[in-house]
């Protein structure tokens, strides 16, 4: 099973309050779940490796920290995901964008995939697919399972609520990926 981690950070537990207030306007919850999805996008980023380089100061030559290893590509599951996807490249601007369309049924309630676009180098880069809610884990399992067929891919998953009970199915997979979650109590 992937690894399992909630973001308690203070702000993102009080912008979590802040969206699920009933009186909570478009224009505030847009702005709020920006600021969000950044507040997420550090939390993420915290185990990216870094590199020794050299560079040249104004002073002399250095040798400084600099992001290492696989580029990301942020993947929103569509459309609900699609408001995630500014606040993370605020911090992470050299993200390239898939997406992944799903609909669920109205009568089964399953998840069906309609759309896959993924950036032509997306074999290196490390996949972050962002969805805002979770509630029976499918959709997230469906896009999931969608981009494993044709390739192996280091993957995070990151959420900004989810249904505590569900927990368990959308976090299937192999120790290498990563699940994060804030949630509510």
């Keep these: 099973m992937g690894k399992f981690q909630v973001m308690e950070h203070p ?3 009080h912008k979590l309050t802040i969206i699920r207030e009933k009186n909570c306007g478009t224009k505030v919850f847009r702005e709020v779940v920006d600021e969000l999805a950044m507040l997420m996008a550090y939390e993420i980023s915290r185990d990216v490796p870094i590199e020794d380089t050299e ?3 104004p002073i002399q030559l250095t040798t400084q920290k600099t992001l290492a290893g696989k580029k990301m590509a942020i993947v929103p599951i569509l459309r609900a995901g699609l408001g995630m996807v500014d606040g993370i490249l605020q911090l992470i601007p050299a ?7 799903l609909y669920r049924d109205e009568e089964t309630l399953e998840p069906h995939e309609y759309f896959v676009k993924m950036p032509e180098d997306i074999d290196n880069r490390q996949l972050l697919v962002v969805d805002p809610m979770l509630a029976t884990g499918g959709s997230a399992i469906m896009a999931i399972d969608s981009l494993k067929k044709t390739r192996g891919f280091e993957y995070q998953i990151c959420l900004y609520c989810f249904c505590s009970r569900r927990c368990k199915s959308s976090t299937r997979g192999s120790p290498r990926h990563r699940y994060l979650y804030g949630c509510f109590r």
Excluded: F, R, Y
């Excluded at 993200?95 to 992944?100: E, R």
């Design 11 to 13: 702000l993102i537990q």
């Design 55 to 57: 560079i040249e100061t």
């Design 95 to 101: 993200a390239k964008v898939g997406h992944v369309g």
